[in-house]
């Protein structure tokens, strides 16, 4: 089978974890062995987030006065090769020596009409007071916005149209080749009116963007591997149960997280829909157990309607 | 032809320019003006150095105090995206829009028992003042050494042995890709004695690694761009002469700067003498002359001792 894998933020960072190489390594190593298996067993596309590698090295630019700090587009870059360079390591230290790997940096277009473009509502980087915030946001053309009762810049999240870079993807999983790529969502880009690509200053989904490419390469599974066990219904409520296999139509009648779960089901409907094929929601850990369909949640429409987990299987928190 | 191109850091930035994105941009341009029409023709293969991004991602890092500067074999990662995306994006909007690109990152192996480990000589970052450049020394288990009056961080630069990318860029190189790889003399990694790989202090040259490769790919043409229009002979000297065509036997009875022509002529000899093609060294903007053998130095078996340009065409500074 061809996978597709979307390791989320906490593959690479625990929540509260200084953003150290030590600490990234030590994720890595433990994402690592999660996928193994699947590297064994199937064709093995991986993608990743890149949240706080980009919030890192903008705080990075930001203090070192010198130089202008570099758009989004440059850091999304920067943070593909750190990240794809720890990945293909680690997971080259586990899987045998002949296995080849690639991590291919991915430019993604977006669309210049995207209404994101109107509306900025992914916040980066630290949080500011209000008069400091105000201040940047003058000196740098910046967008804020309020996050938890202080303010934090914002940027449009637009969708992913387009991963350039396919071609030479689809060739590499042919030849057999463990494919890093769309790291942080993919680098953002767009044609101009007269067709030259350039950078944006923006932010795409991780998961949209893993779900695009798992549509274009034709992959039977895409799987998101994030810290949550499974999607849950009626999450952090006395009633909260966890989704087991569930179809497209039956999931979208719920309601999640804008900033967490929303996307990560955004994008599963819209890959189990469009290919037929299965996409899973879960642990890291459960990489296997969820293609299986022992852990996590499965979003296809072979199922019908709504299946959820005996309660005693996962336990609210 | 298969060409492999090594583009030095003055395609990415002139000497004295602040690193900012917009000039990294404008040089970035002009060279894929120069490479264009080497894409048009041939198998191209495009290398790149590093210094001065890793420079800035290290000042940057030191200037941030909440986390523990990044080692060199991540920021090398770092600048391979960062570089590589700028000059995927620009080349990519002057060739047709069917020519496909991919940026490899390209992790380099170097032996532990270099002698490069023993005798660190490759400077890198901002100069000091004697007793900080010891404090950091002390403070980061650098080495340090003189650099004009002041002192610097010096970091051992082993030679590469391996791409361990090789066959992924190969394989790609046969699909009719472009392709842009091992930047800044690609990763430097090492495998331990239990055969694990892992990331090095150190910093592998480009020109080397940019040899290394065009080798193990079996290129015809192995094209050094920097910013001489050739390798000159006693440069700067009143007597000094334009090289035009050499055997790699008659070139290397001469002697060049360690830190700049030395790598270059070294490589340059290196690769002719193995494969029988040709290397060539001078300006970006001759990059085609170059390999038609109208401008810069080419170094070759197919020639014998050392041929000069007469001294109308290139005058000594």
């Known amino acids: 089978m061809r996978i597709v894998v979307a390791l989320g933020g906490n593959a690479l960072l625990k929540r509260g974890q200084p953003l150290t190489v030590q600490n990234q390594r030590e994720n890595v190593k433990t994402a690592a062995r999660a996928l193994a298996p699947l590297a064994r067993q199937h064709s093995l596309i991986i993608t ?3 949240g706080p590698q980009v919030g890192l090295l903008a705080l990075e630019a930001a203090a070192y006065t010198g130089v202008e700090p570099y758009t989004l587009d440059v850091l999304g870059a920067e943070s593909e090769g750190m990240i794809g360079y720890m990945i293909e390591q680690e997971l080259g230290n586990i899987l045998p020596e002949n296995v080849p790997f690639a991590t291919i940096l991915t430019q993604v277009e977006v669309d210049p009409a995207d209404p994101a473009f ?4 992914k916040p980066i980087g630290p949080q500011y007071f209000r008069a400091e915030a105000e201040r940047l946001a003058r ?3 910046w967008s804020i916005g309020p996050d938890n009762g202080l303010f934090r810049r914002v940027v449009p999240s637009p969708r992913p149209k387009r991963i350039f870079e396919l071609r030479v993807i689809e060739w590499l999983v042919e030849r057999g080749v463990v494919v890093i790529c769309t790291g942080g969502g993919g680098i953002p880009t767009m044609l101009t009116p007269d067709g030259v690509l350039v950078g944006v200053e923006a932010v795409i989904d991780k998961d949209l963007a893993g779900a695009l490419l798992a549509k274009s390469l034709g ?4 799987l998101m591997l994030t810290d949550a066990e499974a999607v849950w219904d009626h999450w ?7 989704l087991r296999r569930v179809s497209p139509a039956a999931l979208e009648t719920l309601s999640f997280a804008a900033g967490s779960m929303g996307p990560k089901v955004a994008a599963a409907c819209d890959f189990a829909r469009v290919t037929g094929g299965r996409a899973g929601i879960g642990s890291l850990e459960d990489a296997v157990a969820i293609i299986d369909g022992l852990a996590g949640t499965l979003v296809s429409n072979e199922f019908e309607g709504l299946d959820y987990w005996p309660s005693l299987f996962y336990q609210p928190e």
């Open 139 to 141: 000196e740098h053309g």
């Open 48 to 50: 990743h987030g890149n």
């Open 118 to 121: 109107q509306s900025p509502t």
């Open 219 to 222: 992959a039977e599974v895409f």
């Open 236 to 242: 952090g409520a006395p009633d909260s149960r966890a």
